[in-house]
T-cell receptor
Framework: QQQVKQSPQSLIVQKGGISIINCAYE??????FPWYQQFPGKGPALLIA?????SEKKEGRFTISFNKSAKQFSLHIMDSQPGDSATYFC????????????FGQGTELSVKP | GAGVSQSPRYKVAKRGQDVALRCDPI?????LFWYQQALGQGPEFLTY????????KSGLPSDRFFAERPEGSVSTLKIQRTQQEDSAVYLC??????????FGSGTRLTVV
């Protein structure tokens, strides 16, 4: 059972465009929703995270939008750059599970110059 | 150290061989996690330590997998009698509080 579903599987965006990646979750007990960025040969790196008491969080060019009623959240990358080309993972966790993360399947983003 | 260090970076094992993967977390980080990442997939939880206590091992796929953190710092993930389906990248992560944790670069295990 896939508890966190991510789409699209791959995404191609022109430089300067907006990249949008979506995730849906099933377990309403989740209360922490991070996004991770992973480059080839490296471990995932935390990009931005949100808790369900807010609907949006922005850090620089990265924004998370959160819809609690729909059990969906998304990552928006504004002014996408070739250096943003990487694999992005959404994830979810529950506070009473010590930080154990359930990851989505990943989105491979390619930003074309 | 400045980050989470994992060794070896690459390991080739013959089927049936035992392997041990090491993780050096960030100094002072209480929580330590192991994840398994198959090619083209998201990481999947294996096990979690808080200091030396293994609080959750629900993700370990079989009794061939064993993890320890005897002094609450360095951790070792051991896989006995490796099988081809064990081929994956094994990621270690640590955190101070249990959220926002830092991953290492992983150990890529190939079983031939």
């Amino acid at each position: 059972q896939q508890q966190v579903k991510q789409s699209p599987q791959s995404l191609i965006v022109q430089k300067g465009g907006i990249s949008i990646i979506n995730c849906a979750y099933e377990n309403t007990a989740f209360d922490y929703f991070p996004w991770y960025q992973q480059f080839p040969g490296k471990g995932p790196a935390l990009l931005i995270a949100i808790r369900p008491d807010v609907s949006e969080k922005k850090e620089g060019r990265f924004t998370i939008s959160f819809n609690k009623s729909a059990k969906q959240f998304s990552l928006h990358i504004m002014d996408s750059q070739p250096g943003d080309s990487a694999t992005y993972f959404c994830a979810a966790s529950r506070a009473n599970q010590g930080g154990k993360l359930i990851f989505g399947q990943g989105t491979e983003l390619s930003v074309k110059p | 150290g400045a980050g989470v260090s994992q060794s070896p970076r690459y390991k080739v094992a013959k089927r049936g061989q035992d392997v041990a993967l090491r993780c050096d977390p960030i100094s002072g980080h209480v929580s330590l996690f192991w994840y398994q990442q198959a090619l083209g997939q998201g990481p999947e939880f294996l096990t979690y330590f808080q200091n030396e206590a293994q609080l959750d091992k629900s993700g370990l796929p079989s009794d061939r997998f064993f993890a320890e953190r005897p002094e609450g710092s360095v951790s070792t993930l051991k896989i006995q009698r490796t099988q081809q389906e064990d081929s994956a990248v094994y990621l270690c992560a640590s955190s101070f509080s249990g959220s926002g944790y830092t991953f290492g670069s992983g150990t890529r295990l190939t079983v031939v």
